[in-house]
């Protein structure tokens, strides 16, 4: 697949390709969409931990990484990425930052709209960044597995993304919490150090908290709200 596929040419191959690769393992999926895409797709990371990152790099290990700099990053999380890009050199992360600085964005919206309006928030932090990155790749990879959340159950390994218009791969979706810990335990995976404080879902400071012990990974996210998505993924 070439860069200069049409929209129309992408959805097919994505159609064709959910059902050839529905019960795909993690590296054949990769396999699949580095032999589709080569430079032209770009792997998402939120650096709670390197999982995907590790299975990406034993395929090809120059590949680009997305990291949404949010600008409300807790410090532990600007300090996993920074240790990616040391253990694995050969990668390049593409920070993608808002329009505005968090003081730009309280100057026009007032201070703390995460909590006014996550919605917004979310959308001007990570959405806008997020499509405008993506608009220069055809294929996005990303770590979202089903067991994440109700909303994320049906998730297949390759898909159509209609909002961001690519490509869609979703290596891990299959993946059980043990399956993803074994392999973080195995290979010495990086993982945020914000993981073994009880925090199981990491995204904003302001809008993370710890979980409750056997509680749903993500009830840490806007706790307190009914908000589950922040727009990237649903």
Known sequence: M??????????????????????????????????????DLIVASNMQDAVLIDLATKVKPDIDVLFLDTGYHFAETIGTRDAVATV???????????????????????????????????????????????????????GVRRVDAPTRANTPVVMWDERNGLVKVNPIAAWTDDEFNDYIRRHGILQNPLVGE?????????????????????????????????????
């Not at 400071?205 to 749903?216: H, L, N, Q, R």
């Open 2 to 39: 070439t860069a200069a596929a049409s929209r129309d040419e992408l959805k097919t191959l994505a159609t064709e390709a959910s059902e050839k690769l529905a019960d795909a393992s993690a590296d054949e999926a990769l396999r699949w969409a580095v032999e589709q895409f080569g430079d």
């Open 88 to 142: 694995y050199p050969r990668v390049r992360i593409i920070n993608a930052q808002p329009e505005q600085s968090v003081a730009e964005q309280d100057a026009e919206y007032g201070p703390r709209l995460h909590e006014r309006d996550p919605n917004r928030c979310c959308h001007l932090r990570k959405v806008v960044p997020l499509r405008r990155v993506l608009a220069s790749y055809s294929c996005w990879v990303t």
């Open 198 to 234: 009880g925090y199981l879902s990491i995204g904003c400071a302001p809008c993370t908290a710890k979980v409750a012990p056997g509680a749903d990974p993500r009830s840490g996210r806007w706790a307190g709200t009914s908000k589950t998505e922040c727009g990237l993924h649903a």
